[in-house]
């Protein structure tokens, strides 16, 4: 009988080894650069030709790795320009994020006004989600997004106090950029991807009186976990959503 067999019963075979494609062992290199600010927002990266020598692979995995991550959208490819990587300020990436679409007329983007920013110590659930320690410094922001005057959505931001520092409702009010663009460009963090979870609520009586709508009034409540590269989680989220002249659109596919 094998040795690391049970009594009575046959050894159970070693799993077998896996192996990745040696163009998402090429995408995760090139990931790692991005991470560690190799390339920065915006900037362009090598040439695949000069990506294959480094690497030392052929020119068609790097152009299969480069594919994938412009189909995540941490590059973006300009037709006789070359491979850049993406920012939060392109305007095919305005929108990214925000899923919120009128019923009527065109997307535009919401003016936002910062109710309060804050620091403190991170809650245990908050902690748990953004891989901190209970007690680790947070920035809370709160703030109200308004489409042509009536406000749509209430937000309310957990952040890594360590990573960002120096953010204060001042800063936030005096940036007119998108608040990831602002991320992005004021603190080097990039918002890569990110998981929501949805569900129907009551307004309590702060959200009415910050939509101005009657406390009960529906909302759509959407809690988001986003990410940055790695898969290191810097954002939690909780919107909570009018929707009586929108709707919350995604694509699945």
Known sequence: MHPE?????????PAAPTFSPLYQQIKALITQGLEAGEWRPGEMIPSENELAARYKVSQGTVRKAIDELAAEHLLVRRQGKGT???????????????????????????ESQI???????APAEIARNLDLKPGDPVVVVRRVLAFAGRPCVLDELWLPGALFRGLTAE???ESRAPLYSMFE???????VRAEEKIRAVAADAEAARMLRVAPGTPLLSVDRLTYTYADRPVEVRRGLYLTTAHHYRNAVS
């Open 5 to 13: 067999a049970p009594p009575g019963g046959t050894a159970t075979p």
């Open 84 to 110: 850049f990587v993406a920012t939060h300020t392109e305007p095919r990436a305005q929108f990214r994020f925000l899923r919120l679409m009128p019923d009527e007329g065109e997307q535009a983007y919401p």
């Open 115 to 121: 109710v309060d920013c804050r620091r403190m110590r």
């Open 171 to 173: 800063r936030l009010t």
């Open 185 to 191: 460009s004021e603190f080097g963090i990039k918002m």
